[in-house]
């Protein structure tokens, strides 16, 4: 798959990013970590799954919702779009 990078790279913390209210995001972690998607609007968890540390995920989501780490310091996102 080929993707078009939208911007640098954020920290995701245990707080939640948008990650620049990007609809795709490419998460990258460094430590084992859980990853929840949440719709802060609504209150509620949309979410939940585990990357592995070393490995990297794409999540799709709506630009307001919030990605969270399951703790500081592991996991980063780039907001991307598919290259077609």
């Known amino acids: ?7 640098e ?3 995701i913390t245990t ?3 948008t990650v620049d209210n ?3 995001v ?3 972690a460094i430590a084992n970590t859980d990853v929840v998607v949440s719709d802060p609007v609504a ?3 949309i979410g939940s799954f585990v990357i592995s ?7 799709e989501k709506k630009s307001t ?6 703790a500081d310091d592991v996991l980063t996102g780039t907001p991307i779009a598919y290259k077609f």
């Open 1 to 7: 798959m080929i993707i078009k990078v939208l911007g």
């Open 26 to 28: 490419r998460l990258h």
């Open 22 to 24: 990007s609809v795709l």
């Open 15 to 17: 707080g939640g990013e």
């Open 65 to 70: 919702d919030l990605i969270i780490a399951g």
């Open 43 to 45: 209150n509620t968890v």
């Open 9 to 11: 790279y954020v920290a």
């Open 53 to 59: 540390g070393g490995y990297s995920e794409i999540v």
